[in-house]
């Protein structure tokens, strides 16, 4: 959801508000009322929100095929087993 500057141009306030793209600007400022609350140019900015991609397709899954060739290439390779798993020597 993005999140957007305002400022009122009445007295000079300042805050960040999270509303979806779709919703209607707010125009009254929240600390003075003046209908002078408006959205500021700046630099783009969100919050994901809900489970996420992470959490629902790859979180747990274990990556067995890969964790098998490294163990087979440092068993055969005495010189790679003393390098870190993932090193660019190899």
């Given at each position: 959801?993005p999140?957007?500057?305002?400022q009122?141009?009445?007295?000079g ?19 003075c ?40 290439s ?17």
């Open positions: 959801m999140i957007y500057d305002y009122c141009s009445s007295c306030f300042k805050q960040e508000v999270m509303r979806k793209v779709s919703a209607p600007n707010v125009e009254a400022c929240p600390h009322q003046a209908l002078a609350f408006s959205k500021q140019l700046s630099a783009p900015s969100f919050q994901l929100t809900g489970s996420g991609w992470y959490a629902t397709d790859f979180k747990g899954k274990s990556n067995s095929s890969a964790q098998n060739s490294e163990t087979t440092a068993e055969s390779d005495p010189k790679s087993a003393a390098c870190n798993p993932g090193c660019a020597c190899h």
